[in-house]
């Protein structure tokens, strides 16, 4: 089997997309990599990193592979391409309210001890909000429907 996480994301031998890949491969596999290829390689992966979330009883958690990538290349593309990343999504149901709900879920990160998960939450915060408010707006208009 082909170690090398690059060629396995990225590369021609790539099997699927990068995020079932990523998820795939040993976190120690994945870091190493990051860490040989610098710079590059991190804003290479960042859309794919695992998002920080809050576990059954609320409290806040950073994947280690995220919270190392982002503290070790802190970088503006790093953070923005990570920051793209996270808004994909597909859900059914009330849109401004999961926007709602997923702003309240990253207030729960402005106080993380990494930088970079700070301003990512902060933005995720003003962005989730922003998109409750035009959700709410477009269901208020009936044309718009």
Request: hydrophobic share 40%; net charge negative.
């Amino acid at each position: 089997m082909d170690r090398d996480p690059g060629r396995i994301l990225f590369g021609a031998k790539s099997i699927g997309s990068p995020v079932l890949s990523l998820v795939s491969l040993p976190e120690s596999l994945v870091l190493d990599w990051v860490r040989a290829h610098g710079l590059g390689a991190a804003r290479a992966i960042a859309p794919h990193l695992p998002k920080p979330r809050l576990d059954e009883s609320g409290t806040p958690v950073v994947p280690r592979l995220t919270d190392a990538v982002l503290s070790e290349f802190d970088d503006d593309q790093v953070l923005a391409r990570f920051r793209e990343g996270s808004r994909t999504e597909c859900w059914t149901g009330d849109a401004s309210e999961r926007f709602r709900r997923q702003a309240e879920d990253a207030r729960c990160f402005l106080g993380n001890s990494n930088r970079r998960i700070r301003q990512w939450a902060k933005q995720e915060v003003a962005y989730r909000e922003q998109m409750a408010v035009l959700e709410e707006q477009e269901e208020a208009e009936p044309w718009l429907r």
